[in-house]
């Protein structure tokens, strides 16, 4: 079990840049869901993948966010024309029937 | 819409000491509970889940849980806390109708030496 891996741990970028993190899921697993975490906060849902369906989008998640899991395996988060705001924990975590949630350790974004 | 409540926002407590962390939740259906914990920098490790069966769960490090449906509580303790146990924990719920989380705001605990 090599457990959620996400990348980049960190990534720092000037307000309107394009970033994307991308999630690798505990291969087993068929749901892969994006939390955001701002500080002081426990984490809040952005969306959620069965295999490659995208089931639900947060209202958290502006025209600017989008998400893929083109062959229900690893997914990517892309954030266009970023914001001051958008600055937070990214948070992947994977599921399956009857299993909890197994979290990444983020991937921490920093908007200068 | 299911709710999850972590009234203490930061709990200081002495090595060796025992520790309750409380959380409340809101359901009207079956409920299925969580416990993360969260080391600075990292993401979330499940430390308690209960889906069925005994009210009283326990983790491998000595943390346990009971979830009292009367009360709506699933409140988290540990008789004799380390310094290793100094971190964020939060409990979750998943959404009614959906796979989906919904997460307490945390509580930190700070082991004192």
């Known amino acids: 079990d090599t457990g959620v891996s996400q990348n980049p741990r960190h990534k720092i970028t000037k307000r309107g840049q394009n970033v994307t993190f991308r999630c690798d899921p505990i291969s087993e697993h068929n749901r892969l869901y994006w939390y955001r975490q701002t500080l002081g906060q426990g984490p809040e849902f952005l969306t959620y993948f069965q295999n490659e369906a995208q089931l639900e989008k947060s209202r958290l998640l502006s025209d600017r966010f989008s998400a893929e899991r083109p062959k229900g395996s690893f997914s990517t988060l892309e954030i266009q024309r970023t914001e001051q705001g958008d600055s937070a924990m990214y948070l992947c975590a994977s599921g399956g029937d009857n299993q909890p949630q197994h979290f990444g350790d983020g991937t921490r974004l920093s908007i200068l | 819409a299911q709710s999850v409540t972590q009234l203490d926002s930061q709990v200081p407590v002495f090595e060796e000491a025992p520790v309750e962390l409380r959380c409340n939740y809101s359901?009207?259906?079956?409920?299925?509970l969580f416990w993360y914990v969260q080391y600075p920098n990292q993401g979330l490790q499940l430390l308690l889940k209960?889906?069925?069966?005994?009210?009283l769960v326990e983790s491998i490090n000595g943390f346990e849980a009971e979830f009292n449906k009367s009360q709506t509580s699933f409140h988290l303790r540990k008789p004799s806390v380390h310094i290793s146990d100094t971190a964020e924990y939060f409990c979750a719920v998943p959404q009614e109708g959906t796979y989906k989380y919904i997460f307490g705001t945390g509580t930190r605990l700070k082991v004192l030496a």
């Open positions: 209960y889906l069925s069966g005994s009210t």
């Open positions: 359901s009207s259906v079956s409920v299925y």
